[in-house]
T-cell receptor, first 115, second 113 residues
Framework: GENVEQHPSTLSVQEGDSAVIKCTYSDSASNYFPWYKQELGKRPQLIIDIRSNVGEKKDQRIAVTLNKTAKHFSLHITETQPEDSAVYFCAASTMAGGGADGLTFGKGTHLIIQP | GAGVSQSPRYKVAKRGQDVALRCDPISGHVSLFWYQQALGQGPEFLTYFQNEAQLDKSGLPSDRFFAERPEGSVSTLKIQRTQQEDSAVYLC???????????FGQGTRLTVV
């Protein structure tokens, strides 16, 4: 089955700086890679996703890059703000939403924005 | 409702007790997933429904776990004879169709004492 590794487990950056979170996956059949943001005690919320037919996608301060050859994808947040503080999860699947066997998640990155 | 709704939000069970966790997906959503999220970990897949059919239950940790969605809408995850290792947040997600983006509920935090 799919295995997703995520690094770092904790990331502390100064407000206004950029943050980068990296994930690797094992199953070359995976072709959908979402990122979820989870605040303490709240539901995971989709912030951006990318499919394997593109290498990069951007939405305002958030961008995701994908390297299919290396089985590696990353989340980039620029101009970080205090409200960006949360746990971020990457995930992989053979289908958007998870298909029949769901999404395989990384262990999460706790992003801390220092004022 | 506007989103996926789960109840109860919190459940404390004594070891050995049976529990039932409810998920109301977004209206009209065909696909429904259950995940288990241990403290400090990412969600782990438990089971998947397409309408009322349970197409995959490969993630259920033991035969004490049982899920149903009899009318293709509301789903219930039942855990029999709860153990301490069952303590976790149980998340439900739904998507409009297979292959569409999944939206999560707020989860039920189960604590087994």
């Amino acid at each position: 089955g799919e295995n997703v590794e995520q690094h770092p487990s904790t990331l502390s950056v100064q407000e206004g700086d950029s943050a980068v979170i990296k994930c690797t996956y094992s199953d070359s059949a995976s072709n959908y890679f979402p990122w979820y943001k989870q605040e303490l005690g709240k539901r995971p919320q989709l912030i951006i996703d990318i499919r394997s037919n593109v290498g990069e996608k951007k939405d305002q301060r958030i961008a995701v890059t994908l390297n299919k050859t290396a089985k590696h994808f990353s989340l980039h947040i620029t101009e970080t703000q205090p409200e960006d503080s949360a746990v971020y999860f990457c995930a992989a699947s053979t289908m958007a939403g998870g298909g029949a066997d769901g999404l395989t998640f990384g262990k999460g990155t706790h992003l801390i924005i220092q004022p | 409702g506007a989103g996926v709704s789960q109840s109860p939000r919190y459940k404390v069970a004594k070891r050995g007790q049976d529990v039932a966790l409810r998920c109301d997906p977004i209206s009209g959503h065909v696909s429904l997933f259950w995940y288990q999220q241990a403290l400090g970990q990412g969600p782990e897949f438990l089971t998947y429904f397409q309408n009322e059919a349970q197409l995959d239950k490969s993630g259920l940790p033991s035969d004490r776990f049982f899920a149903e969605r009899p009318e293709g809408s509301v789903s219930t995850l039942k855990i029999q004879r709860t153990q301490q290792e069952d303590s976790a947040v149980y998340l439900c997600a739904s998507s409009l169709v297979e292959g569409a983006v999944a939206f999560f509920g707020q989860g039920t935090r189960l604590t087994v004492v």
